[in-house]
């Protein structure tokens, strides 16, 4: 499998569509199911794994360690995520700085199936340990691999972690 | 970290629940999307893409597409705008060289920043690199980098050479109270609490509460300062100094970088900015003489984010490291953005209500430096004498752990494997052995014109936060873990390194496949924890500096995340409990007999099978008097314990169990001891009681 992952990573990296699709395609359920958990909402998971998937693409020349496809894919995702918490409304001209400070509206209307005690639990976290807990509950990082990500140390990213858990412990108790 | 039961189940509930992928999603849809979208670039995306040419790029890219077919998609990886500023070498190096030429003070600094800035310019924004200029940083990063005063809460400790700070302080004839747990004697560190024996003072969110303490352990909400006007979860909490009649506050500040206004060669005026969030390091004084109304007396503000700082001879020394935001400059040109780098490549500092400006070049040190990515700023300020204007100085070299005596700081900066164009560039220590990372260490002296860089040096691995780091004598000495690289095996270590930050000393290999979950270095013993199912306890002989070796080994269930030594060839260790196969998350405090380090045993252990509540901070740890420590160690139904023990016979005795307020705030809770009363503080409020006596006496809430 790690062979034909980086046959299939060079093949992509030449322009090959249908490379890159297969290589996705391995990783297809678990990015959703991260921006699922981490937007809440099914439409903006879908929008955000599009985007990441269109922004890994447009840059897959770049990626000189296939091994590390997973990790930059999952760091390209979180980063929309993030963004889209940020600035749901989608614009098409450059953002200006105010507009990036500008604090999120209140998304509702919500279709997110998965339980909504869980889904509360993780809402009670703020965007930086929610990511966190995302990564290494459903990207099952570890807290070195977690560092890089978010450029932490992962002495931080155990402490964040810990205690994201077990405010999210006592939210479901 | 092993993972504890709850994130096992959290995991499986996370992963099991019925989703299914849409169809959207699947492969083929998402190979059609590439198709027909994957080569155009959408213009919001790129970091130095020029806001008015969008529209004609995108129609470019377009056509290219139609007329061009598949081959375009390989040709069009590239951000078209490279091509178009696809200025070569030698004109971009021209560019360089006339920025540089433009300021005298600045050259050393603005040359070695540009030539940096323009390796990674052409570099296309690499993922993968160095974490100081990631392409998704530049784009998606537009709130504050998520790094956090996280000294509070990191795993673990080692000692120093000095022994932990006497419970109490005599204050007036008949008060004796508790203070912060540290880690060198003469040298005191910031905390959420403190206490002078007749007020407690504590930081809750933004504000802090003063509260008046009686005899008979009854409290009166005095007055609240209120630090700043929102609430910054991210960096949370501030913390705190007491000195003499002053409250000294270390907060962080964000602002944004102002636009720079340039014109181009051809006489075009250009937009330029950096539109990262600043962040700045806030210190700031009240004079407490009244305690009803607190007058804010001096301020001051350094460019980037707190690291730590510590308080010694009356001087206060504040670290932060300022991080040059290559990768958010947003410009029309590589000559725009050189001018943007220029701008926001001086770290700055300010006093009172002054503005911020450059720290003086003669004051920052720079050196030939391949990664010039941060810089640690430092200042000293009198604070017998806060008038005079605090002593600022920088060197281009990062910071995030501290170690602080009366006459020096060792700051520890992290370094990852980064790649360049060609080739991988692999950490490595002074002694030539490669590790996935590795980390340099600063050594620095406190003198009254500020901080005074020395020499530094370079080892492997990771340290865990400032008990990993320890100075006894002429050396230096960091216990550190980490990847080797070519075994591609975890493994513990120690350097012992001379007053010239050589290595001298070195022991390799300590608990392959451990981790480190804690050191403490008592004069010529270093004490270390590591662990992966069991918890070894390794002493460590340092006598001879340039043979460390390992004396005794004992291995128990659970792991220590604090040491702390008790005299009397005892060693106190808290953290977690467990089996022989794992950890179990419950809260433990272990009693070791180091007398004889070659038979190092476990004399006693008090466990409460209750979630651990103890984060490893050792400012959670308080020394009541010669026999008596305290510890918030866990929680039951929602109330946060603290438990007072004492270590006597060679055994633990629990004095007494004492619940914080309701509402678990997780490595916030503290014990204060006045007299014969006992006050629990937290975020919610402080219980109060009489010492030996269960029973609260008084609350109050926050």
Same mark, same amino acid.
Do not use: G
């Given at each position: 499998m790690k062979n034909d992952l980086t046959k299939l990573i060079r093949e992509a990296q030449t322009g090959n569509s249908k490379a890159f699709a297969t290589v996705y395609s391995f990783y297809a359920n678990d990015l959703y199911r991260f921006a699922l958990w981490y937007t809440g909402k099914s439409d903006d998971a879908e929008d955000c794994v599009q985007e990441a998937v269109l922004i890994a693409f447009k840059n897959i020349? &770049?990626?000189? &360690? =296939? $091994? $590390?496809f997973k990790s930059w894919m999952f760091k390209i995702l979180s980063n929309v995520c993030k963004t889209k918490l940020l600035n749901p409304a989608d614009r098409l001209c450059t953002v200006s700085v105010d507009e990036i400070h500008e604090t999120a509206s209140d998304v509702s209307s919500d279709d997110f199936t998965v339980s909504a005690e869980l889904k509360a639990a993780l809402d009670s976290l703020s965007p930086e340990e929610k990511q966190i807990v995302l990564l290494s509950v459903i990207g099952r990082y570890k807290s070195s691999e977690i560092a890089e990500i978010m450029e932490m140390k992962s002495g931080s990213v155990r402490s964040k972690l810990s205690r994201s858990l077990e405010k999210m412990r006592e939210q479901l108790q | 970290m092993k993972k504890t039961d709850f994130e096992k189940e959290l995991s499986q509930k996370m992963s099991s629940e019925e989703i299914t992928l849409p169809e959207s999603l699947s492969a083929e849809n998402i190979e059609k999307l590439i198709n027909e979208k994957g080569s155009i670039i959408e213009p919001k995306r790129i970091v130095s893409f020029p806001k008015k040419n969008v529209a004609k790029w995108i129609s470019v890219a377009a056509t290219l597409v139609i007329l061009i077919g598949v081959a375009a998609v390989v040709g069009l990886g590239n951000l078209p705008v490279e091509k178009a500023n696809q200025l070569n070498d030698e004109e971009q190096q021209q560019i360089i060289e006339n920025h540089v030429a433009?300021? $005298?003070?600045y050259s050393e600094i603005h040359k070695t920043v540009l030539s940096y800035y323009k390796e990674i310019y052409n570099r296309n924004y690499d993922l993968l690199t160095d974490s100081d200029d990631g392409f998704f940083n530049g784009i998606f990063n537009f709130g504050s980098k998520d790094t956090a005063a996280e000294d509070i809460a990191s795993g673990n400790s080692s000692s120093s050479s000095a022994t932990g700070t006497l419970a109490t302080d005599t204050e007036s004839a008949s008060t004796q109270h508790s203070t912060t747990n540290t880690q060198v004697q003469g040298v005191d560190e910031a905390d959420i609490v403190k206490t002078d024996g007749k007020y407690i003072y504590y930081i809750v969110n933004n504000t802090i509460n003063i509260v008046e303490c009686d005899e008979d352990a009854k409290m009166k909400l005095v007055s609240k300062i209120k630090l700043t006007d929102y609430i910054d979860y991210d960096f949370y909490p501030s913390e705190m100094y007491l000195y003499n009649d002053n409250l000294i506050v270390l907060l962080r500040e964000t602002s944004e970088y102002q636009p720079v206004s340039y014109s181009n060669s051809n006489g075009v005026v250009c937009d330029c900015m950096c539109y990262a969030v600043k962040t700045d390091t806030v210190v700031k004084c009240f004079d407490i003489s009244d305690r009803a109304n607190p007058q804010e007396s001096f301020t001051h503000k350094l460019t980037g984010e707190y690291i730590s700082s510590r308080v010694t001879d009356g001087k206060l020394i504040t670290v932060a490291q300022f991080r040059i =935001?290559?990768?958010s400059v947003l410009a029309d040109d590589f000559d725009g953005a050189c001018e943007v780098v220029k701008d926001v490549c001086v770290p700055e500092y300010s006093v009172g209500d002054g503005e911020l400006k450059k720290i003086p070049s003669d004051r920052i040190k720079v050196f030939d430096e391949k990664n010039p990515t941060c810089y640690t700023v430092t200042s000293v300020l009198n604070l017998e004498d806060m008038s005079a204007e605090p002593k600022v100085n920088a060197f281009l070299g990062g910071a995030e752990e501290i170690y602080c005596t009366r006459e020096e700081i060792f700051v520890a900066e992290t370094i990852y494997m980064t790649w360049t164009n060609s080739e991988q560039i692999i950490a490595t220590d002074d002694l030539g052995n490669k590790y996935e990372t590795s980390t340099k260490v600063h050594k620095m002296n406190i003198t009254d014109d500020g901080v005074e860089y020395v020499a530094s040096a370079t080892v492997g691995g990771m340290c865990i936060n400032q008990f990993s780091m320890d100075k006894h004598g002429d050396y230096f000495r960091i216990a550190t873990n980490g990847w080797d690289y070519n075994v591609a095996e975890r493994k513990t270590m120690v350097y012992v390194l001379d007053k010239d930050m050589k290595i001298v000393g070195f022991l390799d290999n300590i608990a392959p496949e451990e981790q480190m979950k804690s050191a403490r270095f008592m004069g010529d013993v270093l004490y270390l924890v590591t662990f992966m199912q069991t918890d070894p306890l390794f002493v460590v002989d340092l006598s001879d500096p340039e043979n460390p070796e390992i004396k005794g080994e004992l291995k128990i269930p659970g792991f220590s995340t604090y040491l702390h030594p008790a005299g009397d060839g005892l060693l106190i260790g808290v953290g977690e409990g467990g089996t022989m196969t794992g950890t179990d998350g419950t809260a433990k405090i272990s009693l070791f007999d180091v007398s004889d380090p070659y038979n190092l045993k476990e004399l006693d252990n008090y466990s409460t099978g209750s979630y651990a509540y103890f984060t490893g901070n050792h400012k959670e740890f308080v020394v009541v008097d010669e026999n008596t420590y305290a510890v918030a160690l866990y929680y039951d139904h929602s109330y946060g314990k603290l438990v007072v023990f004492s270590v006597t016979d060679g055994g633990i005795v629990i004095d007494d169990i004492y619940n914080a307020k309701t509402g678990t705030t997780y490595g916030k809770t503290r014990g204060v001891f006045i007299n014969d009363n006992v006050y629990v503080v937290n975020g919610t409020g402080i219980i109060s009681y009489k010492n030996g006596n269960e029973t609260p006496v008084h609350e109050i809430g926050f």
């Open positions: 020349a &770049k990626l000189r &360690k =296939p $091994s $590390s | 433009q300021t $005298s003070d =935001p290559y990768d």
